[in-house]
């Protein structure tokens, strides 16, 4: 995973609250890491199910709709959600600089032109 991230890379986690107002956490990729294992977050599987890009020389953004299963890859979805990716075409790579995701709530549906 390391590797598709450039070292500093941001990766910013927005969660919605019932009261309307929101939380950022912004984590560097070892931050996250660290904050999973101590979660003790058990396997999960993590799937691209659309992507609408945009690119301009050297700079794309994914606008990437995600299903989340826990377990197993097959397990029922759990987490449905959007990342938005930045990333920058370094030394002739493609490289995340940032993501930042939320996660779909009973409030805040992923709209119909975002799911498969």
Known sequence: M????TPDARLT???PKPD???TLSVLTLDDWTAHVKAAG???????QVKV????????AHLWSTY??????P????????????????IDGQWKIVGIAWQAETASEKL????VP
């Open 67 to 72: 299903f989340l299963r826990m377990n197993q």
């Open 41 to 47: 977050v058990p396997a999960f599987y993590e799937k």
């Open 20 to 22: 309307r107002t929101v």
């Open 52 to 59: 609408r890009t945009e690119r301009f020389g050297h700079l």
């Open 13 to 15: 986690v927005i969660t």
């Open 111 to 114: 709209p119909p032109a975002y």
């Open 74 to 89: 097959d397990a029922p979805v759990t987490v449905r959600g959007i990342n938005s990716i930045q990333a920058a075409r």
């Open 2 to 5: 390391r590797a598709l991230f």
